[in-house]
């Protein structure tokens, strides 16, 4: 949700049309200088390395999303998304991102190796 204004200058959010349809890429669809269940040290360099890789292999199309105050963007988990480079410092990019999920899901990051838990 956007707290402002977001222009190009200020690094918006960029996303891939329709990279939500393809299968989830986990850690062993990559590799990551690991060995067995453990990353290497660099996981996500090669990580964007292999996204940018499979984005042109499949001609997925950035859009950019310059967001007005109050906008609502609403993706897909599996939904390929990054920031543009926030080229004036001088501006901010305010905004808030919220992550939902099934109540007795967990929540748990792949490239990171660790699930997300919340107690009550």
Known sequence: MALEDIGINQGPLHY???????????NKDFKHGGKGMFLGKRPYDFY???ISKFVKSN????????AKQG?????????????????D???SRKSM??????????CY???????????Q
């Not at 906008?71 to 080229?87: C, K, Q």
């Not at 991102?97 to 967990?106: D, M, R, S, W």
């Not at 990051?109 to 838990?117: G, N, V, W």
């Open 97 to 106: 991102v919220f992550h939902y999920y099934a109540k007795e899901a967990i």
């Open 71 to 87: 906008d609502v963007l609403i993706w897909h988990a599996n939904l390929l998304h990054g920031g543009e480079e926030h080229l």
């Open 89 to 91: 410092k001088s501006l």
């Open 109 to 119: 990051h792949e490239i990171t190796q660790r699930p997300a838990l919340i107690s």
């Open 16 to 26: 891939y049309s329709g990279s939500h349809q393809y299968p989830y890429f986990m």
């Open 48 to 50: 964007e390395d292999s």
């Open 59 to 66: 001609a997925l199309k950035k859009e950019i999303f310059l």
